[in-house]
C-alpha cells in the first residue's frame, strides 16, 4: 500500500468513525427526548439514517481494499492459488465495471439531487449521496492495486 492509500484509508477511518459517532449521538438524543421528555426531535432520525448510509460505504470501500469480502476468501480456500489469482483478476474487473457504472450514475444524480433537500434538516440531497462518489473512487484504486498484484502474482507462478 503506498502513502496516498495509506492517507485515504486514515480519511475513511476517521470519517467512519465520525459517522458511527453521530449514529449513536443522534439515536441516545432521540431516545432522550422522545421517551423521557416527550419532545421527539425531527431531524435526528434523518441523520442516523444518513450517517449509516455514509458508515456503510465507506466501510464497504475499507473492506475491498483489504480482500476481506467473503467471497475472495472462500475462493483462495477452496481452488488451487492459479485458479483463485485467475478468479480474483475476473472479479476485480467486473468490480471495476461495476463501479464505473456507479460512479458514471451518481455523477448523473448530482444535479438531479441538488434541486431538492432532506426534510428534516434541510441539508442538499446530493451532499448526502456524494458518499457514492467517494467510496466508489476509492474502490477503483484499490480494484487498480488488486489487479496488479494478481497480475505479478500470476507472472511469479508462471517462473
Not at 467512519?16 to 419532545?39: D, G, H, K, P
Request: charged fraction near 15%; glycine fraction near 4%; charge should be neutral.
Amino acid at each position: 500500500m503506498n502513502a496516498f492509500e495509506r492517507i485515504l484509508e486514515i480519511v475513511e477511518y476517521t470519517v467512519a468513525s465520525l459517522f458511527v459517532l453521530t449514529m449513536v449521538v443522534s439515536i441516545s438524543l432521540e431516545v432522550v427526548f422522545r421517551y423521557f421528555l416527550n419532545m421527539p426531535l425531527s431531524w435526528c432520525e434523518e441523520l442516523a439514517r444518513f450517517a449509516t448510509i455514509w458508515m456503510s460505504f465507506i466501510g464497504t470501500a475499507i473492506t475491498y481494499r483489504h480482500r476481506d469480502l467473503v467471497m475472495m476468501d472462500v475462493i483462495d480456500k477452496v481452488v488451487s492459488k492459479r485458479i483463485g489469482i485467475l478468479c480474483n483478476l475476473l472479479a476485480t474487473v467486473m468490480a471495476l465495471g461495476f463501479f464505473a457504472v456507479l460512479i458514471y450514475g451518481e455523477i448523473q444524480l448530482q444535479s438531479i439531487a441538488a434541486a431538492s433537500r432532506s426534510l428534516a434538516l434541510g441539508i442538499p440531497m446530493n451532499v448526502w449521496s456524494m458518499v457514492i462518489l467517494f467510496s466508489g473512487f476509492s474502490m477503483i484504486i484499490s480494484a487498480v492495486r488488486h489487479t496488479v498484484t494478481d497480475v505479478r502474482a500470476l507472472i511469479a507462478l508462471h517462473r
